[in-house]
């Protein structure tokens, strides 16, 4: 995908470099003496901007965004720094608020954020070790437990919308793949979500937005689909998507059997929770294929990014049913 795909999700025209140069005004961080787009994600603008001090990341917030979906997004990551979750850190600019408004720009709005040194394992090319997997677990866990219930977004991506998203894409799907999502679906239907126990779920820890730094620690990025769900949707997506690895052979019941001993040395779940995190995570490695499908016949981002999740989508769903 190119540089230009990125700048189209922006309410702008013009070019990059005016901006970049009022982002660093507004922030009074010195003079840019190189930036770069981040060429991943599917919602947002993030161009890495240099200074002879620092390096910072701009999220530049996509056109689809109105105003009250950037100050829900926002106004979450405070909470999450404030709870003591590895985030980078915002920064205010000299109006002293975190969410500029270029309004020479025609009003691209946008965060600044410190840049952490380290790379996401999606960028790794290989899941977390053991350790990692532990310091994973201690992050998702403060998620967790943060005392937050924000307004609902919706999110296509989200598990609970597997059916919705199957019906999206199911014209463009060959007959054995749709076969595949129906036996998904068939058990995903017999989970009673309103029944298990519910929390404020990140939504996305996936291999691009779990990011091991340089300096030991791991960062969560990307909160912008987090809402309340049930607890283990943030379980199901860690196995499905982060600790999923092409080059062994662990299936999914195997993947949760290696991670649940762990979580619940520090919170334990229900009897029904470990009934159905299996079901939940299935429907996890589901929306990664439905998912990347949407993105590269109905969205048309046929993007390397994309091939990987639908590559990882499909290949999950064939390990499981042995096809």
């Not at 979580?263 to 929306?287: C, D, F, H, Q, R």
Request: proline residues 4%.
């Amino acid at each position: 995908m190119g540089q230009e795909n990125f700048i189209n999700r922006l309410n702008y025209s013009g070019d990059l470099a005016t901006l970049v140069d009022d982002f660093c005004i507004a922030y009074n961080i010195g003079t840019a003496t190189n930036f770069s787009i981040i060429e991943t994600g599917y919602e947002d603008c993030n161009i890495i901007i240099e200074t002879q001090a620092e390096k910072y990341v701009a999220k530049i917030f996509s056109k689809a965004r109105d105003e009250n979906v950037i100050a829900r997004y926002v106004s979450i990551m405070e909470k999450v720094i404030t709870a003591g979750i590895n985030h980078p850190p915002l920064i205010r600019n000299t109006e002293g608020n975190f969410i500029y408004t270029d309004k020479r720009s025609g009003g691209v709005s946008l965060i600044l954020m410190k840049f952490i040194e380290g790379k996401s394992f999606f960028e790794l090319s290989r899941v977390p070790d053991a350790t990692e997997k532990k310091l994973i677990i201690e992050q998702a866990l403060k998620i967790s437990n943060l005392n937050l219930k924000p307004s609902f977004l919706f999110d296509s991506w989200a598990i609970p919308n597997v059916v919705s998203i199957f019906e999206r894409v199911k014209p463009f799907l060959p007959i054995e793949d749709s076969k595949l999502i129906e036996r998904v679906i068939l058990e995903y239907k017999q989970i009673p979500i309103t029944s298990l126990p519910h929390c404020f779920v990140h939504g996305d820890l996936t291999k691009a937005n779990v990011m091991k730094g340089t300096d030991g620690k791991i960062y969560i990025l990307d909160f912008s689909v987090a809402n309340w769900y049930p607890r283990i949707q943030e379980i199901a997506v860690i196995i499905a998507n982060l600790l999923y690895n092409e080059k062994d052979s662990l299936n999914l019941s195997e993947r949760i059997t290696s991670f649940l001993p762990d979580y619940g040395k520090l919170n334990s779940l229900t009897e029904e929770e470990n009934k159905y995190i299996y079901p939940y995570a299935l429907a996890g490695v589901a929306m990664e294929f439905l998912g990347a499908n949407q993105e590269k016949y109905i969205n048309g981002n046929n993007s390397d990014e994309t091939e990987f999740w639908l590559k990882l989508g499909r290949n999950g769903l064939k390990r499981e049913f042995h096809n």
